[in-house]
């Protein structure tokens, strides 16, 4: 019964990363639920989520370009640095300042990425500049850090960031959320695997149906005409997912 709800959550997390990003909210109570401590867990769903990640990535490579003041090289080497940081962060928090820590970290992902929009639109009526490469670099780095320590949430995060230094196609925006995504998981996942914190039982069989799920996801939700729609479904998923962390275990 735990094998089978880590394949049935990988599965559905595999798609909704690639369609929105916020896999781990099922993730990771999944690992929970089959008996992993909460760092481990969250360190696990990030391992997991990798392969899901690249197989969207995949099906996102011709939507690519770089929009706003910061290269696409830049962005990478700074989100490579970022989650070094977040990962590294992470191996010294105990469970139970992580498990406080979780809920509110999802709200403020999900509140976030729905306050995007807004902030584009406030600033472009008033004729500011979109976000200069500096700053674009220092978003970057904090929603990296953010992502190497806790991996629920990241792809909402990324959308937000990516609104925020100036991209505007969502769809552009999701394969590099797809892509940037796979890399933070790697570079996470292998400080992970160093300090013996991936309980590999469970990850492996999480891996095959997260990149099942991933490729999935990302050959439908580019069918998406009306991404209007698929805002409101990210922002939805991340309200209740946040609101489940916020129950008493």
Not at 13 to 37: Q, R
Not at 178 to 185: D, P, R, W
Request: hydrophobic fraction near 60%; include cysteine.
């Amino acid at each position: 019964m735990e094998t089978l709800v880590l394949v049935v959550a990988g599965l559905f997390a595999g798609v909704l990363n690639a369609v929105a990003g916020g896999g781990t909210f099922l993730a990771f109570p999944a690992l929970v639920f089959a008996g992993v401590p909460p760092v481990a867990a969250n360190a696990t769903a990030t391992l997991a989520a990798m392969p899901g990640y690249i197989g969207s990535a995949w099906a996102y490579r011709h939507d690519l370009r770089a929009e706003g003041r910061l290269g696409l090289r830049a962005i990478c080497a700074v989100a490579g640095i970022g989650a070094f940081a977040g990962a590294g962060l992470l191996l010294v928090t105990s469970d139970a300042v992580f498990t406080g820590v979780v809920p509110w970290l999802l709200l403020m992902a999900t509140f976030i990425f729905a306050a995007g929009p807004v902030v584009l639109t406030f600033t472009r009526k008033r004729g500011l500049a979109e976000a200069g490469p500096f700053l674009s670099a220092v978003v970057v780095l904090a929603v990296a850090i953010y992502g190497g320590y806790f991996n629920g949430g990241l792809g909402i995060m990324l959308l937000a960031a990516f609104g925020l230094i100036g991209y505007r196609d969502l769809h552009n925006m999701n394969g590099l959320k797809n892509g940037l995504s796979a890399l933070l998981s790697l570079i996470a996942s292998v400080t992970f695997v160093a300090a013996g914190m991936i309980a590999w039982q469970a990850a492996v069989p999480m891996a095959i149906s997260t990149a099942v799920g991933g490729f999935i996801g990302a050959h439908y939700s580019r069918k998406i005409k009306n991404t209007k729609y698929l805002r409101m479904f990210i922002v939805a998923v991340g309200l209740v997912m946040s609101g489940l962390f916020f129950l008493p275990s």
